[in-house]
């Protein structure tokens, strides 16, 4: 089983739709989560962290984590176009030890 | 300067050949990190250092590849004797390593080709 596993997709929804990207991982000892947007051919960016079981808002993007089902997962409302990127989910184990990166979800948003 | 910075941005070398790839880590950042990431994969972790603590080494392929930190800053990642399946983008990020505060921010990468 691999640490962190995303589905590859692609994953398409039209404009305007909610878009829902899921990662788990195999560690229960890992504490917090990120997920990075990456377009293609540019370096990973930062969307968002999350250390607590809940959800956590900001603006279009909300990150879910549930910790004893091992799950993170990514909520994109009212997607567009310029969306449309490979989303990394990130885990790290102890603050400032080493990531593991999931291998991405290509999402698609069509106009 | 304002965010991570890496160089080369591109380089192409021959099989064999030994290349030094460069970060320069955002100012003040402690953890320095080094990935790698192949063609329509993900990223791969090599290396990360935090301040004057032995480095974790443990994502290095093999004993080609090495990577140090001088100053607490500039890192430099190296690959001896260059082989083709080295080609890939080199990235590396920072971050500040407090609690709570440890998201990393990437560079814009170093695309090793390798011939």
């Known amino acids: 089983q691999k640490e962190v596993e995303q589905n590859s997709g692609p994953l398409s929804v039209p404009e305007g739709a909610i878009a829902s990207l899921n990662c788990t991982y195999s560690?229960?000892?890992?504490?917090?989560f990120f997920w990075y947007r990456q377009y293609s051919g540019k370096s990973p960016e930062l969307i968002m962290f999350i250390y607590s079981n809940g959800d956590k808002e900001d603006g279009r993007f909300t990150a879910q984590l549930n910790k004893a089902s091992q799950y993170v997962s990514l909520l994109i409302r009212d997607s567009q176009p310029s969306d449309s990127a490979t989303y990394l989910c990130a885990v790290n184990k102890n603050y400032g030890q080493n990531f593991v990166f999931g291998p991405g979800t290509r999402l698609s948003v069509l106009p | 300067g304002a965010g991570v910075s890496q160089s080369p941005s591109n380089k192409v070398t021959e099989k064999g050949k030994d290349v030094e790839l460069r970060c320069d880590p955002i100012s003040g950042h402690t953890a320095l990190y080094w990935y790698r990431q192949s063609l329509g994969q993900g990223l791969e972790f090599l290396i990360y250092f935090q301040g004057n603590s032995a480095p974790d080494k443990s994502g290095l392929p093999s004993d080609r590849f090495s990577a140090e930190r001088t100053g607490g800053s500039v890192s430099t990642l190296t690959i001896q004797r260059t082989q083709q399946e080295d080609s890939a983008v080199y990235l590396c990020?920072?971050?500040?390593?407090?609690?709570?505060?440890?998201?990393?921010?990437f560079g814009p990468g170093t695309r090793l080709t390798v011939l």
């Open positions: 560690d229960r000892g890992s504490q917090s």
């Open positions: 990020a920072s971050s500040l390593r407090i609690a709570g505060a440890n998201e990393q921010f």
